[in-house]
C-alpha cells in the first residue's frame, strides 16, 4: 500500500501537471517528489502520470486513481481535526463556496446571524465562479457550495434553498414593463464566463454567446459594475431580485411586458453525501431557507438554463 505522504504528492502532481510547481507546493526537491511518485507507481503495479507529454497527463489508470485518493485524504484530514478538536486545539472549519450573484447579498445578509449562531466553528468562505466551485468541490476543498441549479451528481447532496426572480435593470425606460423587443435593441452589459447569471441572460435575451468580445471584455463577477455601466453608458443588465439596489436605482428595475412566467432561478446547496459537519450545514441551509423563505413572489416563475457557455 502507498503512504499518505505519496498520495499527497500524487493528487498534487495531478493539479499542477509540472513537477517543479508540484515539489514547491509539497515542500520538497524535484528528484524527491519523482522518486516518491515513481515508488508508488511501481508499488501499485501500473503508471499514473504519462511523463511523454508536455505538460504531464494522468493516464487512464491514473485518472481512476485520483477521485479514490481524494476520499482517502479527506477521510484522512477528518482524523486529525477530530482528534485537535477533541484536544481543544481548534475550532471546527466550515468551507463555503459562493457564486458572485449570490454571495453579493447573502452574505452581507447572513453573515452575522451565522457569527453569532455558530460561535464554535471557523468560517472560510471563497467566491467563486459555477465551474471553480465544482472544481473545488470535487477537489474535497469545500464543505458546501451554494450556485444556481440545478445540479445532479450522485457524489452530492443537493438541497434546494429558494427561488428567485431575475429582473431587468434598465433606468432609461421610464414606465415600469419593457417589451422584449426593447431588449434586443439595446446594449447588453454581461458578466464574464463562467458566471451562470452570464448564461441566463445569453438564453433569456437571445444573444450571441460571442456578443461581448465585440467592445466589452470584463473579467469578473462584479454585479454593482455592470450596474453601473448601464447608468453611465445606457443598455441593460439583468439582476437577481435579492440584490440590494440604491433608493435612486429602484425605478430602474422592469418586468417585462407580456410574459406568462418571469425568468428565475433556483437557488441551491451542494453538499457531499459523507460530511462529519452535516449538523452545522443544515443548520445553515434551514436558515437562508427561512431567510429567503418568506421573500416570495406572486408570480408565475420560469427558471432559467444556466449551463455555462
Not at 55 to 74: D, N, V, W, Y
Not at 272 to 290: D, V, Y
Request: charged share 25%.
Amino acid at each position: 500500500m502507498i503512504s499518505i505522504q505519496q498520495m499527497n504528492y500524487i493528487v498534487v502532481l495531478s493539479e499542477e501537471l509540472l513537477f517543479q510547481r508540484a515539489s514547491e507546493r509539497c515542500f520538497v526537491t524535484q528528484p524527491t517528489l519523482s522518486m516518491q511518485i515513481k515508488k508508488a507507481e511501481d508499488t501499485l503495479g501500473y503508471v499514473i502520470f504519462d511523463r511523454d507529454s508536455n505538460p504531464l497527463q494522468l493516464t487512464p489508470s491514473g485518472q481512476k486513481l485520483i477521485p479514490i485518493l481524494r476520499e482517502i485524504l479527506a477521510e484522512t484530514d477528518k482524523i486529525k481535526l477530530l482528534s485537535d478538536q477533541l484536544k481543544g486545539h481548534v475550532k471546527e472549519e466550515v468551507r463555503i463556496g459562493v457564486i458572485p450573484t449570490i454571495a453579493a447579498y447573502l452574505l452581507p445578509d447572513l453573515f452575522s446571524t451565522w457569527i453569532a449562531e455558530f460561535g464554535n466553528i471557523k468560517l472560510k468562505i471563497r467566491e467563486l465562479k459555477t465551474t471553480d466551485v465544482l472544481d473545488a468541490l470535487e477537489r474535497k476543498e469545500l464543505d458546501m457550495a451554494i450556485i444556481a441549479g440545478p445540479h445532479l451528481d450522485p457524489r452530492l447532496r443537493s438541497v434546494p434553498l429558494y427561488l428567485e426572480e431575475i429582473r431587468v435593470y434598465c433606468p432609461e425606460v421610464k414606465s415600469e414593463e419593457i417589451k422584449f423587443e426593447q431588449i434586443q435593441h439595446k446594449h447588453p452589459w454581461l458578466l464574464n464566463k463562467g458566471n451562470c447569471l452570464r448564461t441566463q441572460m445569453l438564453h433569456f435575451c437571445q444573444l450571441n454567446h460571442d456578443i461581448d468580445a465585440q467592445d466589452w471584455d470584463y473579467e469578473g463577477g462584479n454585479l454593482p459594475l455592470l450596474i453601473d455601466m448601464v447608468n453611465k453608458n445606457g443598455g441593460y443588465t439583468l439582476i437577481p431580485a435579492h440584490f440590494q439596489l440604491k433608493p435612486e436605482e429602484q425605478l430602474g428595475i422592469k418586468s417585462i411586458a407580456e410574459l406568462q412566467a418571469a425568468p428565475a432561478r433556483e437557488v441551491i446547496a451542494l453538499i457531499p453525501n459523507r460530511s462529519m459537519k452535516m449538523p452545522h450545514l443544515e443548520a445553515m441551509i434551514r436558515q437562508i431557507q427561512h431567510f429567503y423563505g418568506h421573500k416570495k413572489t406572486n408570480k408565475n416563475l420560469l427558471v432559467l438554463d444556466w449551463d455555462v457557455a
